[in-house]
């Protein structure tokens, strides 16, 4: 099982993730284990990330694990921001594709489809 917790800080106000991420992951499973009461009783063993672990150990900016937030602000044509929405850049023949385009992440393949069939569009008006 996986669990994600969104919009967890990257740097903690008090303390540090060292400590508090044995702590966030006792509160998850806790949670829940109101909707699953015999969790705890599965749970033979668990690995706990936190933001920082995410961005040290994988390369993810923030620990996002889909390189920008979810948010409005940086959805549809603002993703990932608004001068690079539709896959395409103001530098010619460069596009993008990935978590960090629309829709986002998880593994769907949406952002290179989509990200493809932008380039192909373009090549048909060139030629």
């Not at 509160?27 to 063993?45: A, G, V």
Request: hydrophobic content about 35%; aromatic content about 6%; charged content about 20%.
């Amino acid at each position: 099982m996986s669990c994600n917790v969104w919009h967890a800080p990257v740097e903690l106000t008090q303390g540090s993730w060292k400590v508090e991420r044995g702590e966030m992951a006792s509160r998850c499973i806790e949670i829940i284990s109101r909707s699953i009461p015999d969790l705890k009783d599965r749970i033979i063993d668990y690995r706990a990330l936190s933001p920082l672990d995410l961005e040290n150990e994988f390369g993810l900016r923030d620990g996002n694990i889909m390189h920008l937030e979810m948010m409005p602000t940086q959805m549809f044509g603002l993703r990932p921001l608004a001068d690079c929405s539709a896959y395409k850049t103001p530098t010619k023949g460069l596009y993008l594709c990935g978590s960090g385009t629309w829709p986002g992440g998880t593994v769907s393949g949406i952002p290179g489809h989509n990200a493809a069939h932008t380039i192909l569009n373009h090549i048909e008006m060139a030629g």
